[in-house]
């Protein structure tokens, strides 16, 4: 995904002049083809998330698009008042990219996990929040996204081999997208954990459940009207994200039943303690969260046999 | 025409009216606001974007900045008259929906950094604007000010101004109490700056030090404005409780007259 977002950006800065990268000294093997081909619109500012927010508000007062790049709590927790006061505030066409939602830095432990990324941002009226799910849609997402007003975060995971079966890249803000309809339960899912969705929902289906799956990848603007019909024709949701169960999708789809009024059972999978002291591969940790697809699959079963009479 | 007198008048007229505080810091700062807006900033239109930029980091001390935005007749006397009231655009700390502020801040350790992407943005354009950004010393108690001093000065951003107001106190005590910043030019200076003592209520000593730096190369440069928290105002002066106090009527028309005006 961030590889695809750095040549995706390349190719915008090649077509706007507007275009900024600045980077709080990371992105190794990832920001050199644009600091190579634009070496005056690069910028390492140093370890300083803080002045990185600060910087690109200013620049952006004077008409350019900064985009920013760390890793996820780096890039969105350590200077969040700055992202507050500066382009949210003032509606500044800052763009932040934050690597590695959720476990992808897991040998790192916990100040590098991004799992709170997303509910933090999406609170705040005017922020456009982006979680794609794979490489293909993440620069679908930027593409369609970078030159929108008002600031943008996109949550990006550090793979670019992997796809997402039936998405074919597709994105659009304020949309869900639905890789499969199913009668029994729906997955939603956010970010690359969608892979995981995807395969339970086959699995579950080979065992004679309707279960349809989908993609939210747009999560600010909330695509609420996409949610609120494919949740009224279904009995229940599972929610799937590497993220807190507090404040992400979970809490999102939450809302939109509540507030439609619908009888559909909302269940939210995601991180639901401190993962403290913990830390290893990714593959490990989503299984240690009951966020692998044999987990899902299981909580899927017991409560659909829950439902029977 | 901008005065310092009449930046005084106004903000305690609009403090009394108001009855509010933060009327020691506008004090503190308002021959370096009557220098900055009478005589420093180059704005041809309030929106032009070539105009010099200005940011008042230390926001709460915005009522200054108003009475300049009045005096240069930016702001009708009506809006003048909202400040604090229910709905203002003028409030306690400047919103940059109100035309004339270019940035709202308000959470102090902003500022700089909002002044050192500006200065970059304006050397990427080749734009001779340049970016005054003004701080309270107690300010620097901030990380986030040191994070974007380094940065301007690894940038030789010549064009980014910052002015210090060095009046010695926070809200909570004096800064050599609450936490030292001695020596402060010292530490601007061995960061890369270019450092320069005002004397930050002596209007033509601001001008004339501000008319000799070069804004076009070399470091950013800071000015060291000592001042007096209050100034203008006995009771007031290097007092603590007047960062936060309101005036009485009796106060009031003291420090009016104190200030060569009428109460």
Not at chain 2, 84 to 95: S, Y
């Amino acid at each position: 995904m961030r590889g695809a977002f750095a040549q995706t950006l390349v190719q915008l800065a090649e077509e706007d002049e507007r275009v900024l990268l600045l980077t709080g000294d990371l992105g190794y093997m990832v920001l050199e083809p644009f600091a190579q081909r634009f070496p005056d619109r690069f910028f390492n500012v140093g370890v300083a998330e803080q002045n990185m927010v600060g910087l690109a508000s200013g620049l952006a007062e004077a008409g350019f698009i900064p985009f920013l790049y760390s890793i996820a709590p780096f890039a969105v927790l350590r200077p969040y008042e700055f992202i507050r006061n500066g382009p949210v505030m003032h509606g500044f066409q800052v763009r932040i990219a934050g690597v590695g939602g959720g476990f992808e830095y897991g040998h790192n432990g916990l100040t590098h996990f991004g799992l709170e990324d997303v509910g933090v941002l999406r609170i705040l009226p005017g922020m456009t929040v982006v979680a794609p799910a794979d490489h293909a849609q993440a620069r679908n997402a930027l593409r369609s996204t970078w030159n929108m007003p008002g600031p943008v975060y996109y949550r990006l995971g550090k793979d670019d081999s992997v796809t997402v079966g039936g998405l074919d890249g597709r994105f659009e803000l304020g949309r869900v997208q639905t890789l499969r309809e199913g009668r029994d339960l729906l997955m939603l899912a956010m970010g690359s954990i969608a892979i995981e969705a995807v395969e339970a929902a086959r699995r579950l289906t080979e065992q004679g459940v309707d279960c349809g799956v989908a993609v939210v990848a747009g999560i600010a603007p909330a695509p609420t009207a996409d949610l609120a019909a494919i949740l009224a024709r279904v009995p229940l949701a599972i929610t799937v994200e590497e993220h807190f169960v507090n404040g992400g999708l979970g809490s999102l789809v939450s809302e939109v039943v509540a507030g439609h009024q619908l009888s559909c059972r909302v269940i939210r999978k995601g991180v639901e303690d401190l993962p403290r002291g913990i830390s290893g591969s990714q593959a490990y940790l989503r299984r240690a969260n009951g966020l692998s697809a044999d987990a899902l699959c299981e909580t899927a079963l017991r409560a659909l046999e829950k439902r029977r009479p | 025409m901008i005065t310092s007198r009449d930046i005084r008048l106004i903000v305690l007229e609009q403090s009394r009216r108001a009855h509010v505080g933060h009327i020691g810091s506008a004090l503190s700062v308002a021959d370096l606001v009557s220098a900055l807006y009478g005589r420093v900033l180059h704005v041809p239109e309030v929106d032009a974007p070539s105009r010099d930029r200005f940011i008042l980091s230390k926001g709460h001390a915005v009522l200054a900045v108003y009475a300049a935005l009045f005096l240069k007749g930016w702001l009708t006397e009506k809006q003048l008259n909202t400040y604090c009231a229910d709905g203002t655009l003028l409030g306690v700390h400047p919103e940059h929906e109100l035309r004339g502020i270019d940035f709202a801040t308000g959470s102090l350790g902003h500022g700089l950094s909002l002044g050192a992407g500006v200065a970059l943005a304006a050397r990427m354009q080749q734009s001779p604007r340049r970016v005054f950004v003004l701080l309270s010393d107690a300010e620097c108690n901030e990380g986030s000010v040191w994070e974007a001093v380094m940065f301007a000065a690894h940038h030789g951003l010549s064009n980014l101004i910052a002015i210090v107001d060095l009046n010695g106190q926070q809200a909570l005590g004096y800064t050599e109490q609450v936490l030292n910043l001695t020596p402060l030019r010292d530490r601007w200076r061995v960061f890369g700056w270019d450092v320069v003592d005002v004397d930050g209520h002596d209007v033509d000593g601001i001008v004339s030090t501000i008319e000799g730096l070069d804004t076009r190369q070399g470091p950013p440069h800071v000015l060291i404005a000592k001042t007096v928290f209050g100034k203008g105002v006995s009771y007031m002066e290097r007092q603590i409780k007047w960062h936060y106090w309101p005036m009485s009527d009796d106060e009031y028309q003291q420090a009016v007259r104190e200030v060569g005006g009428k109460p």
